[in-house]
């Protein structure tokens, strides 16, 4: 189980910034690890009230169950790992652990973990690497039927972050296009089918 304040500050690409950011970043197709987001919430939408997000992201490396809730600057990500075995029960039964911090944190707010069904997934290609201003990742996601192209910056600092992001937006000329987070892109794009 881990803790940690996620403070981040992102912006949607167009596929000609994201080609451009790749290219200044010599990344390679080996630079990317493909990652699949599965959302959950409950039937009337306890976490989404409440600006929680809850999701099982597996890769080919690791696979963990994260809750993210708000916190005085940026959220708080409520993380337990998981096994490959445990995702996938996870995924065939439709329902997350009853045990661990994240079942915890949701029965503190008082939601019954044995009501998360699934709603939604995402897949995303991100390259994550550190920068100066902070830890950078370059996703590009599809979903249902769309696909689209992000910048994300996680920082430590807030009011530096937010600078350091609006300086990185003109080093590279693009225009900010404010970005929902992945689980609301997604849930909107199923409900718009």
Same mark, same amino acid.
Do not use: C
């Given at each position: 189980?881990?803790?940690?304040?996620?403070? =981040?500050?992102?912006?949607?690409?167009?596929?000609?910034?994201?080609?451009?950011? @790749?290219?200044?970043?010599?990344?390679?197709?080996?630079? /990317?690890?493909?990652?699949?987001?599965?959302?959950?919430?409950?039937?009337? #939408?306890?976490?989404?009230?409440?600006?929680?997000?809850?999701?099982?992201?597996?890769?080919?490396?690791?696979?963990? &169950?994260?809750?993210? @809730?708000? $916190?005085?600057?940026?959220? &708080?990500? @409520?993380?337990?790992?998981?096994?490959?075995?445990?995702?996938? =029960?996870? +995924?065939?039964?439709?329902?997350?652990? /009853? !045990?661990? $911090?994240? $079942?915890?944190?949701?029965?503190?707010? !008082?939601?019954?973990?044995?009501?998360?069904?699934?709603?939604?997934?995402?897949?995303?290609?991100?390259?994550? /690497?550190?920068?100066?201003?902070?830890?950078?990742?370059?996703?590009? !996601?599809?979903?249902? #039927?769309?696909?689209? /192209?992000?910048?994300?910056?996680?920082?430590?600092?807030?009011? +530096?972050?937010?600078?350091?992001?609006?300086?990185?937006?003109?080093?590279? $000329?693009?225009?900010?296009?404010?970005?929902?987070?992945?689980?609301?892109?997604?849930? &909107?794009?199923?409900?718009?089918?």
């Amino acid at each position: 189980m881990t803790e940690q304040i996620e403070i =981040e500050f992102k912006t949607l690409l167009s596929k000609t910034k994201y080609h451009q950011l @790749t290219a200044h970043y010599q990344l390679q197709p080996t630079d /990317f690890i493909t990652q699949v987001n599965h959302y959950f919430d409950t039937p009337d #939408q306890q976490l989404h009230s409440r600006h929680f997000g809850l999701r099982v992201r597996t890769t080919d490396f690791y696979d963990e &169950l994260t809750l993210k @809730t708000p $916190a005085e600057h940026g959220l &708080l990500e @409520t993380t337990d790992q998981l096994t490959k075995a445990q995702t996938a =029960e996870i +995924l065939r039964k439709g329902s997350i652990l /009853f !045990s661990g $911090a994240v $079942a915890k944190r949701l029965l503190t707010a !008082s939601i019954d973990p044995r009501k998360i069904v699934p709603l939604t997934s995402l897949t995303t290609k991100r390259a994550e /690497f550190p920068i100066n201003e902070g830890l950078l990742a370059i996703d590009h !996601s599809w979903y249902g #039927q769309k696909e689209d /192209f992000e910048l994300e910056l996680e920082v430590n600092d807030p009011i +530096l972050g937010k600078q350091a992001f609006m300086a990185l937006l003109e080093k590279f $000329a693009i225009p900010y296009q404010p970005a929902k987070n992945k689980i609301e892109r997604a849930i &909107l794009e199923k409900a718009q089918r």
